[in-house]
Each structure stands twice: as C-alpha cells, then as structure tokens.
C-alpha cells in the first residue's frame, strides 16, 4: 500500500500491462493498492481507476 497516489497510478498502469488484465487502484482510508480486477471480489474499499492494459486507465466517479 502507498500514501502517495501518482506512485499507486503509474505501479497500476506497469501492473496491468505486465499481467495483461484489468486491475483496479483502491484506496482504504488514507492509503491507495491496486490488485487485479478480478481478486478484488466484494472488499469494503473504495475503486478510484480501473486499469485495463487494451483500452487505457478511466476513472470509476
């Protein structure tokens, strides 16, 4: 986990195109993650960007 988002977005961005799926940048109280879409599963977090490797970032609000 990171306190700095710039730092959480581009290791997103490098996760995504290395695995070659989506994944997701979440943030838990004060700190941001970023798992894969698909182990995310029903967290209580909050999605802020959804990386997908074919089509680029986009923000979830």
Request: glycine share 6%; no cysteine; hydrophobic share 45%.
């Given at each position: 986990m990171s306190h700095n988002l710039e730092?959480?977005?581009k290791h997103a961005w490098n996760l995504a195109r290395t695995l070659m799926a989506p994944v997701v940048l979440f943030q838990v109280d004060d700190?941001?993650?970023?798992?894969?879409?698909d182990?995310?599963?029903d967290a209580d977090v909050e999605i802020l960007f959804e990386y997908d490797?074919?089509?680029g970032g986009r923000s979830v609000h």
């Open positions: 730092l959480a977005q700190e941001f993650g970023v798992l894969p879409a182990e995310l599963d490797p074919y089509s």
